[in-house]
């Protein structure tokens, strides 16, 4: 596609369901981050994969948190037991090779916890 | 660590007048400095980045940003603002592989326009 996709662009869940949101790169670009946007606040590095490389999971806010990626294709953020506080609007970017001067990103996932 | 902050939470002008917002950053090594934009119900925005070279730097839009080694701020400034610039703007630095090739957001300015 001409941008980076995620779906859905919304979703509501109830506390304790488990929440899957999906990203969809930019071909050709290997690397994917994943970011999360509380209300009223600035973006939160979460995960990021690059190639074959093991990704860095150093943002992950909790053993609740996972996210995976096959090769330089889609990658699915998975929340389990979802809490009030994961409410967020979660952002997914891509970059050829892990430039981040090209990183383009989505229009994010709204994510409403009740 | 990296970080980024700035310290205005929100910022009121009128259209016409000139804006300046304030972004303050901390980074072991020559750091990758952007802008970016993000509209009500929109996606981010690249509005300008820097790397090196030319410490003023020209983005979109008519904004223009300056990088100022020795007191770690890249302020973003527009001469004139228009009300389609009322927006949330956020600072980013990152870049080297050593900090793992992503970027570090500040909290975000809000940027409300006056008639």
């Known amino acids: 596609g001409a941008g980076v996709s995620q779906s859905p662009s919304n979703k509501v869940t109830e506390k304790g369901k488990d929440v899957e949101l999906r990203c969809d790169p930019i071909?050709?670009?290997?690397?994917l981050y994943w970011y999360r946007q509380r209300l009223g606040q600035g973006l939160e590095f979460l995960i990021y994969?690059?190639?074959?490389?093991?990704?860095?999971k150093s943002g992950l806010p909790s053993d609740r948190f996972s996210a995976e990626r096959t090769g330089e294709s889609v990658s699915t953020l998975t929340i389990q037991r979802t809490q009030q506080e994961d409410s967020a609007v979660y952002l997914c970017?891509?970059?050829?090779?892990?430039?981040?001067?090209?990183?383009?990103f989505g229009s994010g996932t709204q994510l409403s916890v009740l | 660590a990296q970080s980024v902050t700035q310290p205005d939470i929100h910022i009121t002008v009128s259209e016409g007048a000139s804006l300046e917002l304030r972004c303050n950053y901390s980074?072991?090594?020559?750091?990758?400095l952007f802008w970016y934009v993000q509209s009500p119900g929109q996606g981010l925005q690249l509005l300008l980045k820097?790397?090196?070279?030319?410490?003023l730097v020209q983005g979109i839009k008519g904004f223009e940003a300056e990088f100022k080694r020795s007191q770690s701020s890249f302020n973003l400034r527009k001469p004139s603002v228009h009300w389609s610039d009322a927006a949330e703007y956020f600072c980013?630095?990152?870049?080297?592989?050593?900090?793992?090739?992503?970027?570090?957001f500040g909290g975000g300015t809000r940027v409300l326009v006056k008639p």
């Open positions: 970017a891509s970059s050829p090779g892990g430039k981040v001067e090209k990183l383009f």
């Open positions: 071909s050709g670009h290997t690397a």
């Open positions: 994969f690059q190639g074959n490389s093991a990704p860095d």
């Open positions: 980074y072991g090594a020559t750091p990758y």
């Open positions: 820097y790397f090196s070279g030319d410490t």
């Open positions: 980013a630095v990152g870049g080297a592989k050593a900090a793992g090739n992503k970027l570090t």
